[in-house]
């Protein structure tokens, strides 16, 4: 009996190459996906199937899943669109292009991509697929606007999705992973530095003492209550090998209590809350 297949992308550090480690170990075979080419020849190194697919090229997502395809011979049993990338600035300094940047990267190209699975998994007659989103796709963190408004977004169209699919074989599960260690802090320095004029922000002494602090100077520094990577596997885990999988899965304790919060807490009770943040 052939093992199952998944395909998991951003797997070039992180929760993605966690995954990719975690699931093998398992038994799956993984297809472990990264935008940058140098990515793909380490993880081929590390003995993976590894395609390039960059959510900002739709060339490649087609190109990439066609890769997969054709070594599973046409089936795909499971999806983890992971792969994401922040934009740090207060939102009245974001120019509109980065938006259009970042959602090209965090909502748009897994989208692309999900659309182009779901004809395989309806012909198998099975399939999962699960979104890698955050606790910011339900509340709200100043400075992470940007990276917010796409988790938000592809919460909605998730729920929508998995509403929809309920007469078909396909799973469609989210998982909203809090603090976790990666390097998304550190790969976001790019974009802030590309999009952000802090320095003629009315908020530039905010900037000077509080997120260029945070970028510049803390990268190294763990978040309150970070989880490894491995935590997100975890839940994978279940997500993908349960008989029935949840809807969505929380992973970190910030998690769980920001989704009681937003439960019980009125709108401006939660804004203090999130504004101490």
Same mark, same amino acid.
């Given at each position: 009996?052939s ?19 975690? @699931? =093998?170990? #398992? /038994?799956?075979?993984?297809?472990a996906?990264c ?8 993880? +081929?190194? &590390? ?6 697919i ?24 499971a999806?983890f669109?992971n792969g ?10 974001l120019?509109?292009?980065?938006l ?34 955050s606790v910011?796709?339900?509340?709200? @963190? =100043?400075? #992470? /606007? ?13 729920d929508?999705l +998995?509403i &929809? ?10 998982i ?16 802030f ?15 000077r ?26 839940k994978?885990v279940?997500a ?21 919060? #937003? ?5 401006r ?9």
């Amino acid at each position: 009996m052939s093992a199952k297949s998944i395909l998991i992308t951003g797997c070039s550090s992180g929760i993605g190459h966690d995954a990719a480690h975690g @699931l =093998r170990a #398992r /038994g799956w075979r993984v297809f472990a996906a990264c935008r940058r080419a140098e990515d793909c020849e380490r993880l +081929r190194a &590390e003995g993976f199937d590894s395609p390039l697919i960059d959510y900002q090229d739709r060339a490649t997502i087609a190109a990439g899943l066609a890769e997969v395809l054709d070594a599973t011979g046409g089936t795909l049993d499971a999806l983890f669109n992971n792969g994401a990338f922040g934009c740090p600035g207060a939102v009245e300094d974001l120019p509109t292009d980065a938006l259009r940047d970042i959602f090209e990267a965090n909502f748009f190209g897994w989208h692309d991509l999900t659309r182009q699975v779901i004809p395989v998994m309806r012909a198998q007659g099975s399939g999962r697929i699960v979104q890698c989103s955050s606790v910011l796709g339900f509340v709200t @963190l =100043r400075w #992470r /606007g940007a990276y917010n408004a796409t988790k938000f977004a592809l919460e909605g169209l998730t729920d929508t999705l +998995r509403i &929809e699919m309920r007469d078909t074989p396909i799973d469609v599960i989210l998982i909203e992973p809090g603090p976790v260690t990666s390097k998304i802090r550190v790969n976001s320095i790019p974009h802030f530095e590309r999009w952000i004029d802090w320095e003629n922000s009315p908020r530039a002494e905010q900037y000077r003492t509080t997120l260029r602090k945070r970028l510049y100077q803390d990268t190294g520094k763990p978040d309150t209550f970070e989880l490894p990577a491995s935590a997100v596997t975890k839940k994978l885990v279940h997500a993908l090998e349960s008989s029935r999988p949840r809807p969505r899965y929380y992973v970190t304790t910030p998690t769980y209590v920001m989704g009681t919060l #937003r439960r019980l807490l009125p709108t401006r009770a939660l804004d203090w809350v999130l504004s101490k943040g």
